[in-house]
């Protein structure tokens, strides 16, 4: 490794103490060894930081390792005595590499084991930072611990998905071609078979946008499938509209929702829902669509790209996720086969999309309960949406009452949508 290699994974460390929320996994007698044994190594490694002049590393490796030995009176004792000024010259940084290497490697090797003892513990967040630690610190060696291990867990689904995910967010710039494809292929597969039943999360891969993903039963890698984008409303249960577009038995659609801002208000109130970090919140909650189009796009290019997905979409956005389901009628309607906006928010078309044949063609079919306690409302952003399609050349949109009904989602209807447009 070199220079700047080194400086990055000081930055790295920092990060992770600063900001990741460790828990407490439950532990046997075996892993709490096994901490013991890895704060060890970091400790060494700290001490090899703090003398080449390295402070904020030798800290932030202190920290780490009382992340994992909280009472190490030791540990706490040595990390009180680093002062001094920091230093990042390559002369130091060589120093320290060739005294750490060894060491953190070894860290690493403990990481791995605390992830294949813990893995079915509750806490996955948690077991899962350690495998991740374990790639940063020794990226080759977790590399080969990991081709080996998802062969041995091969009919565990839930937790092969756990581990082939974690080995694609840190792929190695020489990996073999035939490995990367053999694993991405089991990834795949993994995925098709937990998340028929229980929708996952993913990351884009051109976009800081996560979303939920269901893939149909019997997914199979040669075969194209309709999409269902489900936006949720300001509730954010993202994984529960995923779950509606899947309904009791997901048998025909790739279902993905979008983890986006604009169907909240206020996002401090819902922050534990989100799983960024709150360097994204702040950027992005002055301009909430900025993130939630480009990476609902992103979103829909990755279930193309990877699943099969189908070159145009059915959308649905229910309550505040209208906001974004609308933004993709009137920005992207070459895109969607129909839209269904189902108690929907309209605040704004943004820029209108000049493809006057995708607009006459696509099927819009928006749903209202007549007991929705926010009718008088939604009846005057529907009007609104309503007068801005007529304006801009839909002709193939209606609003149907739905009695009886309060605020809902209407992924039944949705579906029947969807079926029909599909069809034709």
């Not at 062969?151 to 073999?176: F, G, M, S, V, W």
């Amino acid at each position: 490794m070199g220079k700047q290699t080194w400086a990055t994974l000081a930055l790295v460390l920092l990060l992770c103490s600063n900001s990741r929320p460790w828990a407490a996994p439950v532990d046997t007698p075996a892993t709490t060894q096994l901490k013991q044994a890895v704060a060890k190594e970091l400790a060494s490694a700290a001490d090899a930081a703090d003398d080449n002049g390295l402070k904020a590393t030798a800290i932030a490796l202190y920290d780490e390792a009382l992340k994992l030995t909280p009472d190490d009176k030791k540990l706490t004792k040595s990390r009180g005595k680093i002062s001094g000024e920091d230093t990042d010259d390559a002369a130091s940084l060589d120093k320290y590499h060739k005294k750490a290497d060894k060491t953190l490697r070894k860290a690493a090797a403990g990481y791995r084991s605390l992830w294949h003892e813990l893995m079915t513990d509750k806490d996955q967040a948690t077991v899962d930072a350690w495998l991740e630690r374990a790639c940063a610190l020794d990226a080759e060696g977790t590399d080969a611990w990991i081709e080996v291990e998802y062969k041995t867990l091969a009919k565990d689904k839930p937790n092969t998905l756990r581990l082939l995910q974690i080995a694609e967010a840190h792929p190695l710039a020489d990996a073999n071609p035939k490995l990367v494809k053999a694993r991405a292929a089991a990834l795949r597969q993994a995925e098709a078979d937990v998340s028929c039943k229980s929708p996952i999360r993913r990351k884009c891969r051109e976009h800081t946008m996560q979303y939920y993903l269901s893939l149909p039963a019997g997914w199979a890698p040669d075969k194209k499938y309709p999409v269902y984008v489900a936006c949720e409303g300001a509730g954010c249960n993202f994984e529960g509209a995923c779950r509606g577009g899947m309904g009791s038995n997901n048998a025909k659609f790739i279902v993905l929702t979008p983890i986006g801002f604009t169907n909240t208000n206020a996002l401090a109130g819902v922050r534990a829902k989100y799983p960024y970090p709150d360097s994204v919140l702040e950027e992005f909650d002055p301009q909430r669509m900025s993130f939630d189009e480009p990476g609902l796009l992103a979103a829909i290019k990755d279930v193309q790209d990877l699943y099969g997905g189908q070159e145009k979409v059915c959308i649905t956005g229910f309550s505040g996720g209208g906001n974004l389901c609308w933004r993709m009628v009137f920005g992207h309607p070459d895109l969607l086969v129909a839209a269904v906006p189902s108690c929907a928010n309209f605040a704004s078309p943004g820029k209108i999309s000049d493809n006057a044949e995708a607009k006459k063609n696509l099927v819009i079919r928006a749903f209202q309960g007549d007991k929705d306690e926010y009718i008088e409302m939604l009846n005057g952003q529907w009007d609104n949406a309503k007068a801005q399609l007529e304006a801009n050349g839909y002709a193939n949109f209606s609003r149907e009452m739905v009695p009886g009904v309060g605020h809902a989602g209407f992924h039944d209807k949705a579906r029947d949508v969807f079926t029909k447009a599909l069809e034709k």
